[in-house]
């Protein structure tokens, strides 16, 4: 009986191991796309600016 609720216990905490790493990596990877659409959003901005200053001058 003891066993069985030793594995149990394990079980439980291997499974929210795997959910925990899961958890990370799709944070980072998430972030990862964040930090690389904010990059290029703010290089649009700044060609747009520049544009914008090359038909004002």
Same mark, same amino acid.
């Given at each position: ?9 394990? &079980? $439980?905490?291997? @499974?929210?191991?795997?959910? +925990? ?5 799709? !944070?980072?990877?998430?972030? &990862? $796309?964040?930090? @690389?659409?904010?990059?290029? +959003? ?5 060609? !747009?600016?520049?544009?914008?200053? $090359?038909?004002?001058?």
């Amino acid at each position: 009986m003891s066993k069985r609720i030793r594995t149990t216990r394990q &079980a $439980r905490k291997a @499974r929210a191991v795997a959910t +925990q790493r899961i958890f990370e990596t799709t !944070l980072l990877r998430w972030s &990862a $796309r964040e930090y @690389r659409s904010s990059q290029e +959003q703010a290089q649009a901005w700044l060609d !747009l600016r520049a544009e914008m200053k $090359r038909e004002g001058n």
